[in-house]
Antibody
Framework: QVHLVESGGRVVQPGGSLRLSCAASGFTFGDFGMHWVRRAPGKGLEWVAFIRYDGTNKQYGDSVKGRFTLSRDNSKSTLYLQMNSLRAEDSAVYYC??????????????WGRGTTVTVSS | DIVMTQSPLSLPVTPGEPASISCRSSHSLLHNNGYNFLDWYLQKPGQSPQLLVYLGSNRASGVPDRFSGSGSGTDFTLKISRVEAEDVGIYYCMQTLHPPFTFGPGTQVDIK
């Protein structure tokens, strides 16, 4: 069964850094593109970033571009999100999500349960 | 960036009755491969989001056939033929044609 388990969320001060991880199982991780999506308290879903199956193409949302970096280790079936210069508005539940088995489509067919990031002094 | 809008933003529904949510994009989502890069997600209370419909009209695995997606270009619709109590939650449309990918604001569906 396909599983995605996020970790790394915690309380961090404004301006701080954090690295989220997403451990995948039940599928050949290196064959699939992966996303991060977040939902801030009282807000809707916001797409954060996407990484191609081989890591050669990365896309970011406007609000995180230049501050967040997406990477993956296919040998460990793990996705990472390095978050720098954190702001209060980055506080959210962060979900990792799996893309389909094709390089040309980007819908998210499996989601993790999420990890909570709180940016506060 | 492509802007997504949804209507209504709140939808009280009666079990057994149909329901419909509209989604519009500021730019055509029709790819030159013939697919519309528009997907629908549902986030039920206390749960992670789940994929309902992908590429405009394809129901995701395990999604009941009372859900259907239609539309092309800039106008899309998600229909529930007969609402059930378990369908409550927030429904989002999302475009994945041009990064940054963008969600609609969400439609809150509750039972009357």
């Amino acid at each position: 069964q396909v599983h995605l388990v996020e970790s790394g969320g915690r309380v961090v001060q404004p301006g701080g850094s954090l690295r989220l991880s997403c451990a995948a199982s039940g599928f050949t991780f290196g064959d699939f593109g992966m996303h991060w999506v977040r939902r801030a308290p009282g807000k809707g879903l916001e797409w954060v970033a996407f990484i191609r199956y081989d890591g050669t193409n990365k896309q970011y949302g406007d609000s995180v571009k230049g501050r967040f970096t997406l990477s993956r280790d296919n040998s460990k079936s793990t996705l990472y999100l390095q978050m720098n210069s954190l702001r209060a508005e980055d506080s959210a539940v962060y979900y990792c999500a799996k893309g389909p088995f094709t390089d040309a489509q980007y819908y998210m067919d499996v989601w993790g349960r999420g990890t909570t990031v709180t940016v506060s002094s | 960036d492509i802007v997504m809008t949804q209507s209504p933003l709140s939808l009280p529904v009666t079990p057994g009755e149909p329901a419909s949510i509209s989604c519009r994009s500021s730019h055509s989502l029709l790819h030159n491969n013939g697919y519309n890069f528009l997907d629908w997600y549902l986030q039920k209370p206390g749960q992670s989001p789940q994929l309902l419909v992908y590429l405009g009209s394809n129901r995701a695995s395990g999604v009941p056939d009372r859900f259907s997606g239609s539309g092309s270009g800039t106008d899309f619709t998600l229909k529930i033929s007969r609402v059930e109590a378990e369908d409550v939650g927030i429904y989002y449309c999302m475009q994945t044609l041009h990064p940054p990918f963008t969600f609609g604001p969400g439609t809150q569906v509750d039972i009357k």
